[in-house]
């Protein structure tokens, strides 16, 4: 479809409902580095004006790395500062806070300057006069990073379902209520239930197919009769979940953070249907602790955490899981009950959310961005090779495990046990309450003689 219409006295020919090439977005990247306005560039490439300016909103990235001979810092206050060692490097490096960026989230005295150029037309730093010389974190478009970020978006709208968590706990409760109590039919349920289900008849098979809910075919006595059609599996995402939850932005988060220790999380699987393992890789310590779940569900990583939760304490917690770093896994697709501690009234409502972590998504079938918790798995399979099953084996007996497997010295860090650093550096209550214990190392196996 095409639509003409006139900038500026010029009659520009326009087709719509295309996304932006990448060749368009470098011509974008350089006529914004040439001073060139968002009307001159919309009627460059024939495009909206206000698509333009969507593109350079969305996609632009804020930058907080300081240009050479330069620093960051966005305080209004920089040239008059006098103060010294706020923060841990001012005080290693010895030189003033006004030259340190960190410095800004705990002074007293912190005011954030702003700049027109960013929140106005064109609202980024490219073909600024003073870019490389300005000290405030700057605002960029860059072509690459932009087609990056739009393929991503592409990518990850067309996964998932769709549905917030409220929905699908109100559809579980009436799931529960008419199927498990009340053995009704699916299609009974849709029927009567029009007004009320988010989804139409054949997308609720679908979900239960998928596990989002407690109900399964199981619960469908007429469904088990049949034998299921051959076919993969497909991973129901909501998409909506991983908003700013991505790799890019975990990359921002800890260079924002840097002094933030990461947390590895992922699962181990044995046979298909059954028992699964959730490790937690702490890369500070390079240590890893691994919780038995009976169904690789949302639901049950949800309890271990909680559980962890309420032992630790929130100060704990928090200092144990600052920053989460994980895969697109289903049991993973509920970041909200995973980064904040609920409380819960009389009737199961949720009335106060605490914030507890962060929780970051890899980019999809890149197991390599968390490739120290996959690399110590490689333990794990010493006591059960793949394709074996969990069910066997109880927590006690896998926390065992994990204790051998972190009383192993290792060279990459100067062989010292891994339980050794991470009491060193969280201390030995929260060591104990986590059921760390030391292992004398001529005592340490790493087979499955110590199940016996």
């Not at 996304?19 to 470098?26: A, F």
């Not at 007293?108 to 702003?114: G, H, I, R, T």
């Not at 993969?232 to 890019?248: G, M, N, Y």
């Not at 928090?318 to 993973?332: H, K, S, W």
């Amino acid at each position: 479809m095409k639509l003409n219409w006139v900038l500026l006295g010029k009659e520009v020919s326009m087709d719509t409902y295309t996304h932006l090439s990448s060749s368009e977005r470098n011509q974008i990247e350089v006529m914004l580095n040439q001073h060139h306005t968002l009307k001159q560039i919309a009627i460059s490439l024939s495009r909206d004006l206000s698509g333009i300016r969507r593109e350079i909103l969305r996609n632009a990235e804020w930058s907080k790395i300081p240009n050479r001979g330069a620093y960051i810092n966005d305080c209004t206050k920089t040239a008059q500062c006098r103060k010294r060692f706020l923060c841990s490097r001012c005080d290693f490096h010895r030189r003033p806070c006004r030259s340190c960026s960190k410095c800004n989230a705990v002074c007293p005295d912190f005011v954030k300057a702003s700049c027109s150029r960013q929140s106005h037309a064109p609202y980024v730093c490219n073909g600024c006069s003073i870019r490389y010389s300005c000290k405030m974190t700057k605002r960029l478009y860059l072509a690459h990073k932009a087609q990056q970020l739009a393929c991503q978006r592409l990518s990850v709208s067309r996964q998932g379902h769709g549905y917030t968590p409220e929905e699908l706990a109100r559809v579980e409760k009436l799931l529960l209520e008419l199927i498990v109590d009340r053995s009704q039919s699916i299609h009974h349920i849709a029927h009567n239930n029009r007004d009320i289900l988010p989804m139409s008849e054949r997308h609720l098979y679908t979900l239960i197919d998928r596990r989002m809910f407690e109900t399964r075919n199981i619960d469908l006595p007429a469904k088990v009769r049949y034998r299921p059609r051959k076919r993969s599996v497909e991973h129901a995402i909501d998409f909506r979940c991983r908003k700013h939850r991505t790799w890019l932005d975990f990359q921002q988060f800890i260079q924002e953070h840097p002094d933030c220790p990461v947390v590895e999380m992922d699962t181990v699987e044995g046979k298909k249907g059954q028992s699964v393992l959730l490790t937690l890789y702490f890369q500070a310590a390079s240590l890893q602790l691994c919780f038995k779940r009976e169904a690789n569900t949302s639901a049950s990583v949800i309890e271990i955490f909680d559980d962890l939760y309420q032992r630790l304490g929130h100060d704990d917690f928090t200092r144990l899981f600052p920053c989460i770093l994980t895969d697109n896994g289903t049991e993973f697709s509920n970041p909200e009950r995973l980064e904040n501690a609920c409380l819960f009234d009389n009737d199961g409502n949720i009335i106060q959310k605490i914030l507890r972590t962060r929780l970051f998504y890899c980019d999809p079938q890149s197991p390599q961005q968390k490739a120290l918790c996959e690399r110590n798995h490689a333990f794990i399979r010493r006591f059960v090779p793949k394709g074996h099953s969990f069910d066997n084996y109880t927590q006690h007996q896998l926390a065992t495990m994990m204790n051998h497997i972190n009383n192993y010295q290792r060279d990459k860090i100067k062989m010292e046990c891994p339980r050794s650093i991470f009491t060193f550096i969280y201390g030995s209550h929260v060591a104990s309450t986590l059921g760390l214990s030391p292992i004398d190392p001529n005592l340490v196996c790493l087979n499955p003689l110590i199940f016996k």
